[in-house]
């Protein structure tokens, strides 16, 4: 085999990604508070951009995107297009920003980075923990005396959010009984954010796996035992749960996911407050208006005669070079600003579509909806998709629900069932719902057990396990057959 140097020609195929096209994918992920704070940045290091007054015309969720990117023009083209072009969309393709498949972890798409704000940014005058609690106080409690316990409790809480008090020196303390101490502990545990008060971590999870419904006798087993979770006994916390691997694992994530010093929120300006950044209204027809929230997204525009006067002062190469960069940096942010919102209305536009019912008449019409149904409807990628309902929240006649709300787990429909399509799924909101209402309607001397309830359900339309039925009925605080016959003939006793 003969050995030296030679020449070969290969072709091969890489994605380069652009500072500009990171930065529009980062913008997907900001809500429109962080996209705020990013443009009062951007309009201090670039002198050419502008705050315009907000646009009266309201985008179209179904809008139509740009199917190829174009190349940056110079800075005389962008001078010759005239004033009007600097709210042209976004010339990229919006596919390209499903390329980015990296990311696994969609939780890490939330955020907008790893970088946290600055003491500046957060504000002199930001509400401290007590404050933020005091003023709950006047809606949550009308009694007097309640109200100053509960005030008083407050002064007493760490940063954390934590009471290290015993409530009877509390009572002595304040002269009051020790019924009045719990009563007012009760009322500060239930202001936001969900965990305060709490005298134990088990308590603080408690607290935040009632808020969430996930509270059932098996969770509750598993927050009583920490210790054994730190120690990674899973094995023996399984039998005592009395669930599978799938179920624990679902127990943990969701354990995972509580907050452990949840009044380091407040105060500390890492979390913002919630304002809705889209806004769904009903139309007359049975339609939806799907708009971004225009209150919180200043109208962005390039100062173009102060670019002129600019670019009459600039004698030397360099300075003229650094003027259209600045000129193409301010045009381009424009235009990622409006693709950032047709992507929004668009993503928003499907969820709307597909959970209509829930619009319309409420939780228990909730369907099961995941990322990818979402993202093969609207033909973009599962983590563009994600992106987009990170840290967002929709403003609805139901109220203020974030994006990931509408993202549910649900339960296949038994063939055949006259109540829907068969394989067409349910959500698990929608079954609970489901429970309630026949647990309402049960006779006194007929009440419904487990099985029953899987027998009607069955004939409903849903194909649920025995398991699954108790263990939903206990999230929503439903007893056992026994218990509710014996609180309805005490009612009826009454």
């Known amino acids: 085999m003969a050995l ?217 087993r598993l927050i009583a035992n920490l210790e054994m979770v730190a120690r990674g006994e899973f094995a023996r916390l399984k039998r005592m749960c009395g669930v599978d691997d799938e179920d624990f694992a679902d127990m943990l994530n969701e354990l995972r996911g509580y907050d452990p010093k949840p009044g380091l929120r407040i105060g500390s300006g890492e979390r913002a407050p919630v304002v809705p950044d889209i806004l769904i209204t009903e139309v007359a027809g049975g339609g939806w208006d799907i708009a971004i929230n225009q209150a919180t997204m200043p109208r962005l525009v390039v100062n173009r005669s102060y670019y002129v006067e600019l670019r009459g002062g600039c004698t030397d190469k360099a300075s003229k070079s650094w003027l259209s960069e600045k000129l193409v940096d301010a045009n381009w942010l424009i235009k990622a600003l409006d693709q950032r919102q047709k992507t929004i209305l668009k993503v928003a536009a499907e969820i709307v579509k597909q959970q209509d019912g829930f619009f319309r008449r409420g939780v228990s019409e909730l369907r099961p909806l995941t990322l990818r149904t979402v993202a093969e409807a609207i033909s973009m990628h599962e983590s563009t998709v994600s992106r987009v309902t990170s840290n967002k929240y929709l403003l609805c006649n139901r109220g203020t629900f974030e994006l990931k709300y509408f993202f549910t787990s649900g339960v296949a429909r038994v063939s055949g069932s006259g109540e829907g399509a ?28 487990d099985d029953k309830l899987v027998e009607l359900l069955r004939d409903k339309g849903f194909d649920l396990a025995r398991r699954t039925v108790a263990k939903y009925r206990e999230a929503i605080g439903i007893g056992s057959s026994v218990q509710r016959r014996r609180q309805k003939k005490l009612a009826r006793v009454a």
């Open 4 to 220: 030296g140097p030679r020449l070969d020609l290969r072709q091969t195929q890489s994605l380069v990604m652009t500072p500009q096209l990171q930065q529009a994918i980062k913008l997907l992920a900001l809500s429109n508070l962080e996209i705020e704070a990013f443009i009062g940045e951007a309009l201090e290091t670039n002198p050419l951009l502008e705050a315009g007054e907000l646009s009266l015309e309201r985008p179209l969720a179904d809008a139509p995107v740009a199917e190829e990117a174009a190349p940056d023009p110079t800075a005389d083209e962008l001078i010759a297009r005239g004033a009007g072009e600097a709210d042209a969309p976004l010339d990229i393709d919006p596919t390209a920003l499903d390329r980015d498949r990296d990311t696994g972890d969609w939780s890490a798409a939330g955020g907008g980075g790893d970088e946290g704000p600055t003491i500046d940014e957060r504000g002199e005058h930001a509400a401290t923990l007590a404050q933020h609690l005091e003023a709950q106080i006047g809606t949550a409690e009308a009694d007097p005396q309640l109200r100053f316990v509960a005030i008083h409790l407050i002064g007493l809480l760490d940063e954390a959010g934590y009471l290290h008090a015993p409530l009877r020196e509390v009572a002595g303390d304040l002269g009051v009984p020790l019924a009045s101490v719990e009563a007012a502990l009760a009322v500060v545990q239930s202001l936001d954010p969900t965990g305060i008060g709490a005298r134990t971590l088990s308590e603080c999870l408690a607290l935040q796996a009632i808020e969430a419904d996930r509270y059932d006798p098996c969770m509750q």
């Open 422 to 449: 068969e394989g067409e799924g349910v959500s698990a909101e929608a079954v609970k719902a489901q429970i309630r209402a026949l647990c309402d309607a049960e006779d006194t001397d007929d009440v419904l057990s």
